[in-house]
Nanobody, 121 residues
Framework: QVQLVESGGGLVQAGGSLRLSCAAS????????MGWYRQAPGNQRELVAT???????NYADSVKGRFAISGDNAKNTEYLQMNSLKPEDTAVYYC???????????????WGQGTQVTVSS
């Protein structure tokens, strides 16, 4: 069984920065695509950023130039560096990873538990 554990959320003033981490643990797996979604109260879950196993990234227009997604294959961890934060970035952020189990070769999307990011004006 694979688990994704998020960390790094919190309260920050507008213009500040935060870095979110998402670490995968478990037995014998490989990670394919990874990414982050966010959900603000009353809103639908929104895709924020993605990164492929080859390192290709994609961002929502609302965060381009401010957020950066990266991965550390050795640590099975992805990161979301968030700079120039705005109050409208306030949301619960969820990481995901598309993981292939070595035993079955099946690929499953796993989700982190979510971490709150609050940006004050």
């Amino acid at each position: 069984q694979v688990q994704l554990v998020e960390s790094g959320g919190g309260l920050v003033q507008a213009g500040g920065s935060l870095r979110l981490s998402c670490a995968a643990s478990g037995s014998r797996f490989s990670i394919n695509d990874m990414g982050w979604y966010r959900q603000a109260p009353g809103n639908q879950r929104e895709l924020v950023a993605t990164i492929t196993s080859g390192g290709r990234t994609n961002y929502a227009d609302s965060v381009k130039g401010r957020f950066a997604i990266s991965g550390d294959n050795a640590k099975n961890t992805e990161y979301l560096q968030m700079n120039s934060l705005k109050p409208e970035d306030t949301a619960v952020y969820y990481c995901y990873a598309d993981i292939t189990a070595a035993a079955t070769s099946f690929t499953t999307r796993y989700w982190g538990q979510g971490t709150q990011v609050t940006v004050s004006s």
